[in-house]
């Protein structure tokens, strides 16, 4: 293992490890908060909610002009003052500028989206505290652009996955105690992305040149432009198959729909943690080994990456794919159980997304955004097609449909770029055969669970811990690669850990 590669899977490993924690502290919150706020509200309520949020997103991702992408690709680039002041200065003005002004618009256009879109004037006041919190989301991804930049963790796990979850839901409790409604679950919203800026600034000033008003800097707006541009409107395009779902789904059916599908659709997305945790400290890292023409460790790297991603998230996948009643019913209750099917087919999408995502880290890691952009849409136009043909007639099963259709056809694009940009490709011995063995215990495991009349609690998690354990011992006898086990023995030395008797059961698994 080369010492590029050595010191960048530390780098990732250690990086994605707090993104981890952070991340699952972030989805108890968030998760606690979703079953607090949609149990109380109901599909019809919560579904307005949504709706709102989904009026915002679509807006930020206009107006944010992957800015903050820009951000977290230039800034492990420069090592002056003046160029990395440069960056922030003009990545920040522009970006808080055109946040204002979009919001302003938001706040200002609120009654004619709630009565000519969705025909729906309670609309108006939760459109509008959204739109309120455009400016502070703006300032927030822009803080964690920075971050990545810095190639850090902690602080994107502070402002994102700690302050923003906690404060929501405070404010979610808040709402159920004093029977709050829509418009104060809105308001939970708003007050969270305020505290989540707060919190932002204040690291901005702290840790970063931005506010160094005696220093000069070289502006970057032309050259953060340029790359972000293509990035944005790829943003822009992406929210097709990420949003017009739920916009399509409230303008055909109603507002309980928009319930039902945003309650199984975030849980589809626990299956990215993986994704998310390693991807925000991939894509600096694989930046820096590309601009050193270390095409061997990026191919290495990514293989590492990818086979890391899949094993983490198959058993989720299986649980929540095989068993979405139950799912269902443990967490959000008997209202939303016709969303069952849909649940299961949308884990379908975010695992092969989940595998194959970090394509869209090292497109943009190697500065290939016009690709991304081109790649998304031809997905969003699949997306769309899908959606307005589907969801008429199977409402958000057709919607589900529609979103796994259309990851399939992202990443398939996507890992073509790659290999044809970059050539490096994601399979390997030590990611197939572990897999393959995976998947036909996971078979086996559920035709002998299926078979009995009742399936309970805890015989799912009986039949969970027995695949953990025959799948843990696929992985270790046939994926491991001598990078991981040098990685082990510098945690174990750094950290001074006593791993003897883990590697001990290794060394005779791999051994058989």
């Known amino acids: 293992m080369s010492e590029n590669e050595s010191s960048a899977l530390l780098k990732i490993f250690t990086g994605g490890s707090i993104m981890l924690v952070g991340l699952g502290f972030e989805l108890v919150a968030s998760f606690g908060a979703k079953l607090l706020i949609a149990r109380f509200l109901g599909p019809l309520n919560y579904g307005g909610v949504i709706i709102g949020l989904t009026v915002m997103s679509l807006t930020c991702s206009v107006i944010g002009l992957g800015l903050n992408q820009g951000i977290g690709r230039y800034l492990p680039r420069f090592d002056g003052i ?96 004093f029977g709050l409604g829509a418009v104060g679950a809105a308001g939970a919203y708003l007050v969270s992305y305020v505290a989540a800026g707060a919190v932002s600034i204040w690291y901005i000033a702290k840790r970063t040149p931005l506010f160094s008003f005696g220093t000069e800097y ?37 507002a309980n729909e928009v319930g039902i599908y945003n309650v199984v659709y975030p849980l589809g997305q626990l299956l990215l943690i993986g994704l998310q945790a390693i991807g925000f400290v991939f894509m600096p890292v694989l930046s820096r080994l590309h601009s050193a023409g270390a095409q061997r460790d990026m191919e290495q790297l990514y293989q590492t990456i990818v086979k890391w991603i899949f094993t983490g998230t198959l058993p989720l996948f299986l649980v929540i794919a095989l068993f979405p009643e139950m799912t269902l019913l443990i967490t959000f209750g008997e209202e939303y159980l016709p969303g069952a099917a849909s649940l299961s087919v949308l884990s379908v999408g975010f695992l092969v997304h989940a595998t194959a995502g970090p ?154």
């Open 82 to 177: 003046q160029q990395r002041r440069g960056v922030l200065v003009s990545g920040f003005r522009l970006g808080l500028t055109s946040a204002v002004v979009a919001g302003a618009i938001m706040y200002l256009s609120a009654p004619a989206i709630a009565n000519l879109i969705f025909d729906d004037p309670s609309l108006e006041p939760i459109l509008r505290l959204f739109a309120l919190g455009v400016p502070c989301w703006i300032l927030v991804q822009l803080a964690v652009g920075t971050v990545q930049g810095m190639e850090q963790s902690f602080p994107r796990v502070y402002i994102e996955n700690f302050t923003l979850p906690l404060v929501r839901f405070g404010g979610f409790a808040v709402v159920v105690v």
């Open 218 to 254: 070289v502006p970057k707006g032309r050259t953060l432009l340029r790359f972000s541009i293509p990035v944005a409107l790829s943003s822009v395009v992406s929210l097709v198959y990420h949003d017009i779902d739920t916009v399509l789904l409230g303008y055909y059916m109603s």
């Open 359 to 512: 394509t869209s880290n090292i497109l943009t890691s190697t500065g290939e955004t016009r690709l991304l952009l081109y790649n998304s849409i031809a997905t969003a136009v699949l997306n769309l097609l899908l959606n307005v043909l589907l969801i008429p007639q199977y409402s958000y099963l057709g919607a589900a449909i529609a979103t796994v259709c259309s990851y399939l056809l992202l990443n398939l694009l996507n890992s073509i770029q790659v290999y044809r940009t970059s050539n490096i490709h994601p399979i390997s011995y030590e990611f197939v055969v572990p897999s393959a063995i995976g998947t036909v215990i996971a078979g086996v495991i559920y035709v002998v669970t299926s078979s009995l009349s009742n399936v309970t609690v805890p015989v799912l998690v009986a039949a969970f811990i027995v695949f953990i354990a025959l799948y843990a011992v696929a992985v270790v006898r046939f994926g491991i690669r001598e990078n991981e086990i040098e990685l082990v023995l510098h945690l174990e030395e750094t950290h001074d850990l006593d791993l003897g008797p883990f590697k001990k059961i290794a060394n005779a698994v791999m051994k058989t």
